[in-house]
Nanobody, 115 residues
Framework: VQLQASGGGLVQAGGSLRLSCEAS????????GGWYRQAPGKKRELVAH???????NYAESVKGRFTISRDSAKNTMWLQMHNLKPEDTALYYC??????????WGRGTLVTVSS
């Protein structure tokens, strides 16, 4: 099983980035998924969540700016981020899981937003 997260980088405040999480070795279509982030000195927090049938939920701090999406045909989940703020700077992780069956994490991808 492998989750390959990519798309992080350095961007100015107000800019956009799109994170990708490509999965292999799991049944992507039955997975729920989420994007988490962890800033230095802070706990990991859930940013956005998407169910296997594409119902989405977002942290209040990113509502209206971030969009989570998925394509089971491509085994890929994305996080589109607009109007980025310095406080969005963090290591972003993708997570795919099925309760009581599996729970997998990708390696983090770093997002840095300069002011």
């Amino acid at each position: 099983v492998q989750l390959q997260a990519s798309g992080g980088g350095l961007v100015q405040a107000g800019g956009s980035l799109r994170l990708s999480c490509e999965a292999s070795g799991i049944i992507f279509s039955i997975s729920d998924g989420g994007w988490y982030r962890q800033a230095p000195g802070k706990k990991r927090e859930l940013v956005a969540h998407i169910t296997s049938n594409s119902t989405t939920n977002y942290a209040e701090s990113v509502k209206g700016r971030f969009t989570i999406s998925r394509d089971s045909a491509k085994n890929t989940m994305w996080l589109q981020m607009h109007n980025l703020k310095p406080e969005d700077t963090a290591l972003y992780y993708c997570n795919l899981y099925r309760p009581r069956r599996f729970n997998y994490w990708g390696r983090g991808t770093l997002v840095t937003v300069s002011s």
